[in-house]
Every structure is written in structure tokens, then in C-alpha cells.
């Protein structure tokens, strides 16, 4: 299973960004995805969660109403609009799965995880 990530990148307090995924190795229709991130020196912490059909999406408080989680089964990718960015947003982004049939945002239940995008917001 490969999870590639992209579309990080540097952009003023204000902008957005849009982050994709891309998901190899596994039916990916059949599972949930997240986002995770982490800020220097701090946690990993969840950002949002998608079903596998896409009729359930959750966000973390920190981003709700400005972020937005969606998914292209045909393309294998989840994407990620962040918009409304604030310098606390700085972090690496990363996308996971959990296990087939499993909906969570928990980040130890995740089984598979990409390396990772950076995503910095300049005040």
C-alpha cells in the first residue's frame, strides 16, 4: 500500500491550499481516510475523516468551517481544501487509513500513513 501526498507548499495567512492523495495497493472504495498533521515540536493530531462513501465527513474543532475533506474513487484520492489559513496551520500534513470497514479518527488505529506533505502559513 502507497499513499502519496502533494500540493503543500508556502502561502500567506488568508490563502488556501489544496492537498491530494493518492492511494495505491488497496480497494480503496471500501476504506475511510483521514488527515493528520504536526506542528514542530508537537503531537501528530487529527484534522478531518472521510467515509468510504463519502456520506460522513468529521473535522477536528481547529478546522471546521474552513477545511474540507472529499474523495474521487475513480481517481484513488482524498484531498484536503483548506482555506481561510492561519499561521497555526503550520504542519506537516499526512494522509492514512485505518482498517477496511473502520471509521475513526483515532490516530493509533491508522494502518497505513504517506510521508507527508509541508504546509507553512506566513502572518
Known amino acids: 500500500v502507497q499513499l502519496q501526498a502533494s500540493g503543500g507548499g508556502l502561502v500567506q495567512a488568508g490563502g488556501s491550499l489544496r492537498l491530494s492523495c493518492a492511494v495505491s495497493?488497496?480497494?480503496?472504495?471500501?476504506?475511510?481516510l483521514d488527515w493528520f498533521r504536526q506542528a514542530p515540536g508537537k503531537e501528530r493530531e487529527f484534522v478531518a475523516a472521510?467515509?468510504?462513501?463519502?456520506?460522513?465527513?468529521y473535522y477536528s474543532d481547529s478546522v471546521k468551517g474552513r477545511f474540507t475533506i472529499s474523495r474521487d474513487n475513480l481517481k484513488n484520492t482524498v484531498y484536503l481544501q483548506m482555506n481561510s489559513l492561519k499561521p497555526e496551520d503550520t504542519a506537516v500534513y499526512y494522509c492514512?487509513?485505518?482498517?477496511?470497514?473502520?471509521?475513526?479518527?483515532?490516530?493509533?488505529?491508522?494502518?497505513?500513513w504517506g510521508k507527508g506533505t509541508q504546509v507553512t502559513v506566513s502572518s
Open positions: 492514512a487509513v485505518p482498517p477496511r470497514g473502520r471509521y475513526t479518527l483515532v490516530l493509533e488505529d491508522m494502518d497505513y
Open positions: 495497493g488497496l480497494m480503496f472504495s471500501r476504506y475511510a
Open positions: 472521510i467515509s468510504w462513501t463519502s456520506g460522513s465527513t
